[in-house]
Nanobody, 116 residues
């Protein structure tokens, strides 16, 4: 079992920045990848960024020039740095982890609201 605890959401003006953190605990040795998804009102949940065990990353095209994902192995924390935020980035952001058995774990979600 893996537990994910998120922090860092909030309200920010357009053009501002936010930093989301997700700390994993439990059976973390089997984690293959960790990432962030978001779900806006009336839309499907979508992948924002993922970082894999070996350190490779994938970031959604619509945000790749504004968001970065990184990992701190010492604290089992994945960070999503979001810069130049736009109103269309408003969503609930969820941390997700996948283990080597393809089991998925989700955080509780954190609200990001970008005002115009």
């Amino acid at each position: 079992q893996v537990r994910l605890v998120e922090s860092g959401g909030g309200l920010v003006q357009s053009g501002g920045s936010l930093r989301l953190s997700c700390t994993a605990s439990g059976s973390i040795s089997n984690i293959n990848a960790m990432g962030w998804y978001r779900e806006a009102p009336g839309k499907e949940r979508e992948l924002v960024a993922v970082i894999r065990r070996g350190g490779t990353t994938h970031i959604q095209d619509s945000v790749k020039d504004r968001f970065t994902i990184s990992r701190d192995g010492a604290t089992n924390t994945v960070v999503l740095q979001m810069d130049k935020l736009k109103p269309e980035d408003t969503a609930v952001y969820y941390c997700q982890a996948e283990n080597v058995y393809a089991q998925e774990y989700w955080g509780q979600g954190t609200q990001v609201t970008v005002s115009s």
